[in-house]
C-alpha cells in the first residue's frame, strides 16, 4: 500500500519533501498545493497535480498526509488546525514559545477528525529536541549543550538585508571550537552566548554605500548581533553566487553527566547538513510514514517527536527491524 | 506515585542500575535478589533488601519493574521470559543472532500475564540501534557505519586471560582515527574490519612466562585478533591496577547519506563513557521507567527500543516536555 502524499507550499521546504518522497518507495506525491498561480508552477515530479490550495479540501480522499511546508509566524497556525481536520498533517512549527498553544489547537483539530497531526518536526525542534530528551532521562545528573553550525541562519541574513544600501547578505553561525571542546572534556564549563557562537556575515553592498557604516549596524544590531563577535566580509554579487549560494547547516546536542562516584559520560549528537530544508523535508517524510501509521492503528491527535515510537519511522515490521537493526 | 524497582543479579551491571536508581526521585530500590548468599553481600543502598532469588515471586506485589543483570548467554534466555510472568521486566540481551526468539518467549510469558517486557536495552543493541534506525529512515539514501571504543572490551579481556602463562589482561578495542575521518568527511569508504578497529592488550605474565609465545598466540587468535592490528604491553599488576581498573567505553553511530541532486548529510551520534556498566545501568533505568507507564496505560508483551516513544523515559508531563524541550 502506497503512502499518498500533499504537499502544501512549495518553497524550499517542501522541494526538500518533494525530494525526499523520492527516495522512498513506499510513497507517492499526489498533488502540490499553492498559492500561487498553479499554471505558473514547475515541480519535479512530473507524476504529481500542481493545485491552488483552495482545491485541497476536493482533495482529502486522494491524500494520506498533507505536509505543511509553510512558516511559523503565520502560516502555520492558521495551516495546521486548518488542515488537521481533513488529512493526517505533518509541520515544521517552530516557534518554541507557542509550541503548548499551537500543539492544544492542532489536537483538539485532529482529534476531532480522528486524524493525527505532528507538530514541530524537523531538526531543531525535532531531531535535537529527541536527543535532549534521551540523554537527560539517561544521565539525569549532567548539564545540556546545543551549538548550531557551521550554517546559514535565514532570520540573521535577512535581519542584514534590511539594513539601507544592503544588497544582498549571507549570514554563518559557528560554534566556537574551544566551547566545543571544553564541552567534549567533559568540563561542564558556564558559557556566555559570546563564547559559544561566532556569526560571519558575507554582505553585497549597493553602489557607494558607506561600509564602515553598514558594519557598524551589523555588529550593534539587538538580539541578532550585539551579544557575538561578528565578522563582516564585503564581497561582489558574484562571489557570493558562486560560494554562498547553498543553505548547509548543523550543530551538535551534547550531554555531560555523571553516574556513581564520578564517573563522567558525554553524549554527542552532531548534523552536518549539505542542505538544511533538504534535511528537514527528509525529516518531515520519515514521520509523514508515522503519522499515516499510526492513523492506520486508530490514533488521532496533536503528536510531536516525543509521542513517536522510532519504529513508526519505518517501512519495516518489527521483525525485521529487531533482526537487522537492533 | 514512587516507582519500585528490584534487581536481579548484582555484578557490575546491577551496581550500575541501582546507582542509577539513586538519581532518579521518582524511583526507589525496594530489593535486589542474588544467587549467592544474601546475607554475604553488601549494597550500596542501606534502604533496600537483600534476598536469594527464590524470594523474588514472593515480592511480586512490592515490585513494579525487576531489572535482569544476568548474562546474555545462559541467564537472560530463561530469566526474562520467567519473570515477566510476574513483574514488567527489563534486560540487556545482546546475542543479536538470538533476539528474534527471545523476543518471542518474553512476549508470550509477558502478554499473558498482562506484563511489559523490555529487552535488548542498553547502548549497542540500545541506544547505537535506535540512532541507526532514526537516521537510515531520514536518509534511506546512505550508509552506516559503527565504531566502538575506545573501550574494554571483556570478552576479548578474557580470551587473553585463558592464554597459559597469563595472569591478568585488559584489551581496548580503539577507532582508527582514519577511518572516522574518511566517514565524517562523507567520503563513503568501504572499510575492512582491519582498516576500522586496532586492538590494545595489556598483559600481566606469570613468572618466567614465554612473552615472545603469549603475544603470538594473542595476535593470531581467531575471530577476537587475528583480523586486527593488534598491539601487546607486557605490564606489571601494580601497573594493571593502577591504569587499567575501569571499564570505559564508547563509540560513534554515523550514517552518511545523500538526499536530492547530490547533498551529502551526516548524522554523528557518539559516547565517550567512563563506565560502561553504569551508563548501561543508567539506559535501563530510564526504560524500566517508561516500562513501569506502559503497563500503567494497559499495554503488555515484549517491547525493545524501537517500540517505546520517548516520552514514556521522562518523569515529565507531556506539557512540561514540549514547553522545555522541544
Given amino acids: 500500500m502506497t503512502i499518498r502524499i500533499g504537499i502544501l507550499g512549495y518553497g524550499n521546504l517542501g522541494r526538500g ?29 512530473a507524476g504529481a497535480k500542481v493545485l491552488h490550495v483552495d482545491a485541497a479540501e476536493g482533495m482529502k480522499d486522494e491524500i494520506d498526509v498533507l505536509v505543511l511546508c509553510g512558516g511559523s509566524a503565520t502560516d502555520l497556525p492558521e495551516q495546521t488546525p486548518k488542515y488537521a481536520a481533513l488529512f493526517n498533517v505533518i509541520d515544521s512549527f517552530d516557534t518554541h514559545a507557542r ?18 497531526g505532528v507538530i514541530s518536526c524537523g531538526w531543531d525542534p525535532g ?41 544582498d547578505a549571507r549570514q554563518y553561525t559557528v560554534p566556537v571550537p574551544a566551547a566545543l571542546e571544553a564541552v567534549r572534556a567533559g568540563r561542564n564549563p558556564a558559557l556566555t552566548t559570546r563564547e559559544k557562537h561566532t556569526r560571519e556575515v558575507y554582505v553585497v553592498t549597493e553602489e557607494g554605500a558607506d561600509r564602515a557604516r553598514i558594519e557598524r549596524e551589523i555588529k550593534e544590531m ?34 555531560s553527566g555523571e553516574t556513581g562516584a564520578g564517573n563522567r559520560h558525554i553524549i554527542e549528537y552532531r548534523l552536518q547538513l549539505d542542505s538544511n530544508p533538504e534535511f528537514t523535508g527528509a525529516v518531515l517524510t520519515a514521520y509523514a510514514r508515522a503519522a499515516y501509521r499510526m492513523a492506520q492503528e486508530g490514533m488521532s491527535g496533536a503528536k510531536t517527536v516525543f509521542d513517536i515510537a522510532p519504529a513508526y519511522l519505518s517501512a519495516r515490521t518489527g521483525e525485521e527491524l529487531r533482526a537487522r537493526m537492533l
Fill in 99 to 116: 509550541i503548548p498553544e499551537h500543539f492544544a489547537s492542532v489536537d483538539a483539530a485532529a482529534k476531532k477528525a480522528g486524524k493525527v
Fill in 222 to 255: 539587538p538580539n541578532y548581533f550585539s551579544d557575538y563577535d561578528t565578522t563582516v566580509h564585503f564581497i561582489d554579487a558574484d562571489t557570493l553566487a558562486r560560494e554562498h549560494a547553498g543553505l548547509p547547516h548543523g550543530g551538535f546536542v551534547i550531554r
Fill in 127 to 167: 531531531m535535537f529536541s529527541l536527543n535532549r530528551l534521551y540523554a537527560s532521562c539517561i544521565l539525569p545528573e549532567g548539564q545540556d549543550y546545543t551549538f548550531w553550525g557551521r550554517g546559514v541562519s535565514q532570520g540573521h541574513s535577512d535581519a542584514v538585508r534590511r539594513i539601507a544600501g544592503v544588497k
Fill in 17 to 45: 519533501v518533494e525530494a525526499a518522497v523520492r527516495q522512498n518507495p513506499d510513497m507517492e506525491l499526489k498533488a502540490v498545493f499553492t498559492r500561487r498561480d498553479p499554471q505558473a508552477l514547475r515541480i519535479a515530479d
